[in-house]
């Protein structure tokens, strides 16, 4: 059974920092995309960036470029959403989610969830 687990949320001030952590367990192979969404109060959820797990490809949507960064531990079993210069258009609940094969930009295009964890930015 697939299962991933987030932690690393939290409140920070306007040009803050903050690292996710995405914890994957329970895939058989290493064909699977990981991506990082993120909602905020009376908005769709919207894609952040996504990663395909042999690190050939990694995309990060417009509004993140730049300040965000995905990324991979040893293991290849953690995914990370380093968060940079953060802007308080950046609140919300930030979800890690996986679908087998290549990435996807639309969230409903993903199988497997995280718990979500929040994410505050204030100035």
């Known amino acids: 059974q697939v299962q991933l687990v987030e932690s690393g949320g939290g409140s920070v001030q306007v040009g803050g920092s903050l690292r996710l952590s995405c914890a994957a367990s329970?895939?058989?192979?290493?064909?699977?995309?990981v991506g990082w969404f993120r909602q905020a109060p009376g908005k769709e959820r919207e894609v952040v960036g996504s990663?395909?797990?042999?690190?050939?490809?990694?995309n990060y949507a417009d509004s993140v470029k730049g300040r965000f960064t995905i990324s991979q531990g040893g293991a290849k079993n953690t995914l990370y959403l380093q968060m940079n210069s953060l802007k308080p258009e950046d609140t919300a609940i930030y979800y890690c989610?996986?679908?087998?094969?290549?990435?996807?930009?639309?969230?409903?295009?993903?199988?497997?969830w995280g718990q979500g964890t929040q994410v505050t930015v204030s100035s």
């Open positions: 989610a996986a679908r087998w094969g290549g990435c996807a930009e639309s969230w409903y295009q993903y199988n497997y």
């Open positions: 329970g895939y058989t192979s290493s064909n699977y995309c």
């Open positions: 990663i395909y797990r042999t690190g050939s490809s990694i």
